[in-house]
């Protein structure tokens, strides 16, 4: 598996630097004065040198204790309550967005970095799918697949309508007993819990209803109207079965969650630096009260989210 990565890397490399002259053309290098092939460079090997560390992480907390195969794909749409293709159009809607901040400080133009940046993050994903589909404990989702197009399109879209995200998609996480009954399959460590733990996992769509008023509306472009959807209860992919002993006896449920959140980008700040850090943690959700819609219990409750 380390052996694929190493080719998925390479390959990887061989797509940015071969669209260096696509992206500073038709304008020219001569013409594009923005342009600047530094930090082009900067940005194609950091890009790379993440894209090596995640895949190995990964390889290490997900693929190593499962033996490699032929390439082969597997259903999993009925899987999770959907949390983990949730998961992929996240991983993909933040690195286009990362890819495409990425491009426009190398003085790319804004198109070319809209198209080429939101295409990183369905590159990234296309890599991680191609090492399910040689894993025997996995294989290629075409569900997968659909939500980091999905991912890939909710930042695309937006900047070339827009020229900014008026939706964001962000994520929380909360601790659950659950992995302590299943550690193989939920995580027996923080880091595997945070990967492979969806009951933990919260997905949300944050948007501010100043973005869609009349530019000299009061309404503060920060304050965020948020809805989410996760699940809980849940011990294996598609059912219980066996229930280990002394385990919670809850039932596995779809969780819908109805929130206020914080946009941080748009918190006004002097520093750059500050203004990138809060940029960075604007992945993920500000934890706020909130009501939470249970689908399978039909009842509604009003809770403390969490990141």
Same mark, same amino acid.
């Given at each position: 598996?380390?052996?694929?990565? !190493?080719?998925?890397?390479?390959?990887?490399? #061989?797509?940015? #630097?071969?669209?260096?002259?696509?992206?500073?053309?038709?304008?020219?290098?001569?013409?594009?004065?923005? #342009?600047?092939?530094?930090?082009?460079?900067?940005?194609?090997?950091?890009?790379?040198?993440?894209?090596?560390?995640? !895949?190995?992480?990964?390889?290490?907390?997900?693929?190593?204790?499962?033996?490699?195969?032929?390439?082969?794909?597997?259903?999993?749409?009925?899987?999770?309550?959907?949390?983990?293709?949730?998961?992929?159009?996240?991983?993909?809607?933040?690195?286009?967005?990362?890819?495409?901040?990425?491009?426009?400080?190398?003085?790319?133009?804004?198109?070319?970095?809209?198209?080429?940046?939101?295409?990183?993050?369905?590159?990234?994903?296309?890599?991680?799918?191609?090492?399910?589909?040689?894993?025997?404990?996995?294989?290629?989702?075409?569900?997968?697949?659909?939500?980091?197009?999905?991912?890939?399109?909710?930042?695309?879209?937006?900047?070339?309508?827009?020229?900014?995200?008026?939706? !964001?998609?962000?994520?929380?996480?909360?601790?659950?007993?659950?992995?302590?009954?299943?550690?193989?399959?939920?995580?027996?460590?923080?880091?595997?819990?945070?990967?492979?733990?969806?009951?933990?996992?919260?997905?949300?769509?944050?948007?501010?209803?100043?973005?869609?008023?009349?530019?000299?509306?009061?309404?503060?472009?920060?304050?965020?109207?948020?809805?989410?959807?996760?699940?809980?209860?849940?011990?294996?992919?598609?059912?219980?079965?066996?229930?280990?002993?002394?385990?919670?006896?809850?039932?596995?449920?779809?969780?819908?969650?109805?929130?206020?959140?914080?946009?941080?980008?748009?918190?006004?700040?002097?520093?750059?630096?500050?203004?990138?850090?809060?940029?960075?943690?604007?992945?993920?959700?500000?934890?706020?009260?909130?009501?939470?819609?249970?689908?399978?219990?039909?009842?509604?409750?009003?809770?403390?989210?969490?990141?």
């Amino acid at each position: 598996m380390r052996q694929f990565i !190493l080719v998925a890397v390479i390959v990887w490399l #061989f797509f940015i #630097f071969c669209n260096a002259e696509v992206i500073a053309q038709p304008d020219s290098v001569a013409q594009n004065k923005s #342009f600047r092939p530094g930090r082009f460079t900067a940005v194609a090997l950091t890009e790379s040198a993440i894209a090596t560390t995640t !895949l190995i992480g990964l390889n290490e907390l997900w693929y190593k204790d499962y033996p490699r195969s032929s390439f082969h794909f597997f259903n999993d749409n009925a899987e999770w309550f959907q949390v983990d293709k949730l998961g992929h159009a996240y991983t993909s809607y933040q690195v286009g967005k990362l890819g495409y901040a990425a491009l426009r400080w190398s003085g790319v133009k804004e198109n070319k970095s809209i198209w080429y940046g939101g295409a990183t993050g369905l590159a990234y994903q296309l890599i991680v799918e191609m090492l399910d589909g040689y894993s025997t404990g996995w294989g290629f989702s075409t569900g997968d697949f659909a939500a980091n197009i999905g991912g890939a399109a909710l930042f695309t879209s937006q900047q070339l309508l827009w020229h900014e995200q008026r939706i !964001l998609m962000k994520f929380s996480y909360q601790y659950t007993p659950y992995a302590e009954y299943r550690p193989e399959t939920l995580g027996s460590n923080a880091a595997e819990r945070l990967l492979k733990d969806y009951n933990g996992q919260t997905y949300w769509l944050s948007a501010s209803p100043g973005a869609f008023m009349k530019d000299n509306n009061k309404f503060p472009p920060w304050l965020c109207f948020s809805v989410g959807m996760g699940a809980k209860g849940m011990l294996g992919a598609r059912d219980n079965d066996p229930a280990p002993f002394n385990c919670p006896n809850d039932l596995r449920n779809r969780i819908m969650y109805l929130s206020m959140d914080l946009d941080l980008s748009k918190i006004p700040v002097k520093s750059k630096f500050w203004h990138t850090v809060l940029s960075v943690v604007n992945t993920l959700k500000v934890p706020f009260p909130g009501l939470a819609y249970n689908l399978t219990r039909n009842h509604l409750d009003g809770e403390w989210i969490s990141m």
